[in-house]
C-alpha cells in the first residue's frame, strides 16, 4: 500500500496508544488548551458590545462541546465549511483516510491539527471574531516575559556584529542555528559571550551540545558557505522569543553576503497555541519598533536554496509522525523530501516534545535509557540536513 496520511511509513503515533505521549497529551493537554482559549474570549465578551457578546457566547459553546466530543471519544466529524480555500481538503481527507475514525485511534497529528481547524472553523463563522486568534494572549503575555532575554540577545549580536575582532562565520552561523534551535529557553545564561579573542562562550555550551543528539550544522554550513546572494526560507513555527531568533539569524544570513533573500513561510491559522500567524508577526514588529529594535524587514520572489524548518510540529509533519526507529536516517524518514528529483537542501532544527527521534546512532537510544521521557521532555534536540536534489 501506498504512503498516505493513514499509512505512513512505520505505523503511526495514536493517543490510544495509553503507554504513549500522544495519550498523555490528548487526554490532558487538548482540553487544557482549549480551556485557555475559552477564557481568553470569556474575558472579552466581558467587555464588548451585545452582538460581540453574543457571538462570543456561542464560540464558547461551541468549544465546549468539542472538548466533550473528545471526551467522549466520539467518531470524527466534518468539519463545517467556512468558506476558507482549504476545507474541501480536509473534508476529504478525512472522508478517505479517517472515515469512522475517532479522536484515539486516529493518527494523533491528524486529530490534533483536527482540532486546530475545528476551532478556526467555529470562529471563521463569526461576523465580529472571524479574525481572532484564541491564543494570541498567551503568545503576548510569554512574549512580554522575554523581554529582557530579547534584550540582552541583541546588545550580544550587536558585538558580535561590531567587533573588531574577526569571528569566524561559520561560528557564528553554529552559534545562531543553535539560539534558534534553543529560541523557547530564553534563559539568558544559553546566549553567547563574544570574548575578545574571537572566540566564542556559550555559558551551557558543553551541556546544550550534549543534548543535540545529532548535528548536522557543519555539513548545512559546508552546503550554504558555498553561496553568496542566495536564497532561504524558513518555516517557522513559534511566536515570540523563537521568531525573533530566527529573524536574528535571518539578518545575520542576509548582512553576512550568503543569502539576499529570506523568505519566512508563517502558519495560515495556529496548529498549536504558540504557532506563528501574520498577526503575531506583524505584531512582534510592532512591538520591537516601539522600543526601536528592530526597524525593518523585506521579502522579495524567487527560486529557494534552502529550507530552515523549524521545531517539533513541523519535525513530527516532516518524518510522518509514526513508530520510527531512532537509527532511522533522517534523509529515509523524510522520504521524498530527500530524494525526489526536485528535493530541495532542508535543514531542520528541532526540539523534542513528541514521541519521536531519527537519525540518532547506535546506542544513543540505550544509553538515554528505558524511560521514553527523553524524547518528549523538551531537553534533547536534533539538527538535520539534507542536501536535496537540486
Ligand atoms: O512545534 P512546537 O511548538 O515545538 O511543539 C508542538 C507540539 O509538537 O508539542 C506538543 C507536545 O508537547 C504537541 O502536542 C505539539 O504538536
Known amino acids: 500500500m501506498t504512503v498516505n496520511p493513514a499509512n505512513p511509513p512505520r505505523p503511526a503515533l495514536r493517543a490510544a496508544d495509553k503507554k504513549s505521549f500522544a495519550y498523555f497529551n490528548a487526554t490532558h493537554k487538548w482540553r487544557e ?67 469512522d475514525e475517532d479522536w484515539f485511534t486516529t493518527s494523533w497529528l491528524f486529530a490534533e491539527c483536527y482540532i486546530y481547524r475545528r476551532i478556526v472553523s467555529i470562529i471563521t463563522n463569526t461576523k465580529h ?27 550580544r549580536i550587536d558585538e558580535l556584529i561590531s567587533s573588531k575582532v574577526k ?34 562562550q556559550t555559558k551551557q555550551s558543553e551541556e546544550l551540545e550534549k543534548n543535540i543528539l545529532a548535528n548536522d550544522l557543519e555539513k548545512a554550513w559546508k552546503w550554504l558557505s558555498k553561496y553568496s546572494n542566495a536564497r532561504v526560507d524558513f518555516i517557522l513555527d513559534n511566536a515570540g522569543f523563537e521568531l525573533y531568533s530566527d529573524l536574528i539569524f535571518s539578518d545575520w544570513l542576509i548582512q553576512s553576503g550568503y543569502v539576499s533573500e529570506v523568505h519566512l513561510h508563517i502558519k495560515l491559522i495556529p496548529w498549536y497555541v504558540s504557532d506563528t500567524t501574520l498577526n503575531d508577526f506583524h505584531w512582534l514588529l510592532k512591538t520591537l ?20 524548518v523549524n521545531r517539533d510540529l513541523n519535525y513530527r509533519k516532516l518524518v510522518y509522525d509514526c513508530k520510527w526507529e ?56 536534533v539538527i538535520q540536513f539534507s542536501e536535496g536534489n537540486k
Open 33 to 99: 488548551i482549549i480551556e485557555k482559549g475559552i477564557s481568553n474570549i470569556r474575558d472579552l465578551i466581558n467587555s464588548s458590545d451585545i452582538d460581540i457578546n453574543e457571538e462570543g457566547k456561542k464560540i464558547i459553546a461551541s468549544m465546549e462541546k468539542l472538548i466533550n466530543q473528545i471526551q467522549r471519544n466520539d467518531h470524527l466529524i466534518q468539519i463545517e465549511d467556512d468558506g476558507r480555500p482549504d476545507i474541501i481538503t480536509w473534508n476529504d481527507a478525512l472522508n478517505t483516510y479517517f472515515k
Open 129 to 155: 471574531w472571524r479574525n481572532y486568534d484564541p491564543f494570541f494572549r498567551q503568545k503576548e503575555e510569554s512574549f512580554k516575559l522575554s523581554f529582557s532575554g530579547i534584550i540582552e540577545f541583541s546588545k
Open 167 to 200: 569571528i569566524d562565520d561559520s561560528i557564528t552561523f553554529y552559534e545562531l542555528a543553535k539560539i534558534s534551535l534553543l529560541g523557547n529557553a530564553t534563559d539568558l545564561s544559553m546566549l553567547p559571550n563574544f570574548g575578545a579573542d574571537g572566540n566564542i
Open 289 to 308: 519598533k516601539s522600543d526601536d529594535f528592530f526597524s525593518s524587514a523585506s521579502e522579495i520572489e524567487k527560486s529557494s536554496l534552502e529550507k530552515l
Open 326 to 381: 531512532t537509527v532511522t536516517p533522517f534523509k529515509e524518514a523524510i522520504g521524498p523530501l530527500a530524494n525526489s528529483k526536485n528535493a530541495f537542501p532542508l535543514l531542520s532544527l528541532r526540539t523534542g516534545k513528541s514521541d519521536i527521534f531519527v537519525g540518532l546512532d547506535e546506542g544513543v537510544e540505550e544509553r538515554l535509557g528505558p524511560d521514553k521521557s527523553w524524547m518528549y521532555s523538551g531537553k534533547y534536540a
